[in-house]
């Protein structure tokens, strides 16, 4: 069975950092594509970060609205991706869930963890 | 980035009912879409990609079909496990985006 689980949430400051976690089983990590995708409080789905296996050379891609704030990152010895989270704004609040990418006719989220909230206040 | 553009935001519904829901891309897509079902107090659950192609265990009254650069997801005879919010997403070019959603209520 598949499964994703999101860890490292909470309420932070604004300007702070926090770094999420997912650690995964069930399937080869090692050769899968990872996102995070975040809900906002208006139930608005959002596209954040993905990270491409090994034999695409761990290629990053973000959202350009949070380019050179989050990072993205994989180990696979842990089957686990993490996004590290800078400079936080009250905007980011919101449900973070990490994602499995599949690519079939296209590139879609096949499997979510739970999700993890994140909340941005003084 | 490509917009996309969902209706209704809101839907009431009866049992049995056929149900249609439309996404609108901004530009060409091709048949690049995914519909995605998010049951209350759930995590969201890909139901349909490649505009048609259902995703495993999902059952056959859901439907997605295309016209041009609008998309249609249709629940043939609506069940009360169907409830929740769903949304269209585009992979044809990132940032993969994805519509507004619908909300999908028990008239």
């Known amino acids: 069975e598949v499964q994703l689980a999101e860890t490292g949430g909470g309420l932070v400051q604004p300007g702070n950092s926090l770094k999420l976690s997912c650690a995964t089983s069930?399937?080869?990590?090692?050769?899968?594509?990872m996102s995070w995708i975040r809900q906002t409080p208006g139930k608005r789905l959002e596209w954040l970060a993905q990270i491409e296996d090994k034999s695409n050379n761990y290629f990053i891609s973000y959202l350009e609205s949070v380019k050179g704030r989050f990072t993205i990152s994989r180990d696979d010895s842990k089957s686990s991706v993490y996004l590290q989270m800078n400079n936080l704004k009250e905007e980011d609040t919101a449900i973070y869930y990490c994602?499995?990418?599949?690519?079939?006719?296209?590139?879609?989220?096949?499997?979510w963890g739970q999700g993890v909230m994140v909340t941005v206040s003084s | 980035d490509f917009q996309m553009t969902q209706s209704p935001a809101s839907l009431s519904a009866s049992l049995e009912e056929i149900v249609t829901i439309t996404c609108q891309a901004s530009?060409?897509?091709?048949?690049?879409l995914a519909w995605y079902q998010q049951k209350p107090g759930k995590s969201p659950q890909l139901l349909i990609y490649?505009?048609?192609s259902l995703a495993d265990g999902v059952p056959s009254r859901f439907s997605g079909s295309r016209s041009g650069t609008q998309y249609s997801l249709k629940i043939n005879r609506l069940q009360v496990e169907d409830i929740g919010i769903y949304y269209c997403q585009q992979a044809s070019s990132s940032p993969w985006t994805f519509g507004g959603g619908t909300k999908l209520e028990l008239k």
């Open positions: 069930g399937f080869t990590f090692s050769t899968a594509w």
């Open positions: 994602t499995r990418i599949i690519r079939d006719k296209g590139y879609y989220f096949d499997y």
């Open positions: 530009q060409n897509i091709g048949n690049w």
């Open positions: 490649g505009t048609t």
